[in-house]
Nanobody, 122 residues
């Protein structure tokens, strides 16, 4: 499985971005796909997950109501819609796939995409 994250950029506070995670190779039908982010000097922080069934979503509590996860084509592409972005959301965002449904732990993920940079600044 290969994952490719894209869609990052530089926005102003309050604006939105939609990140995409495109999968190639074997089907992700039995994998959950998550988004993580990493701020300078920090570890990878769980953002949210689309469960293996392609329907259940789990989001970090502090991001609920602003961030949303969706997918198309049986998780061939998984999206992270980010609204009302704040400077604290600035980070490198990664997508990853795991057979463990609901896991927020980076070490339980089997496949990772390269990161995409999100900058939020006025």
């Amino acid at each position: 499985v290969q994952l490719q994250a894209s869609g990052g950029g530089s926005v102003k506070p309050g604006e939105s971005l939609k990140l995409s995670c495109a999968a190639s190779g074997p089907s992700l039908s039995s994998y959950a796909v998550s988004w993580f982010r990493q701020k300078p000097g920090g570890g990878r922080e769980f953002v949210g997950q689309l469960g293996w069934n392609g329907r259940n979503t789990y989001l970090r509590d502090s991001l609920k109501g602003r961030f949303f996860i969706s997918a198309r084509n049986e998780k061939a592409t998984v999206y992270l819609q980010m609204n009302a972005l704040q400077p604290d959301d600035a980070a490198v965002y990664y997508c990853a796939a795991s057979r463990r449904d609901g896991s927020p732990r980076p070490n339980e993920y089997d496949y990772w995409g390269q990161g995409t940079q999100v900058t939020v600044s006025s």
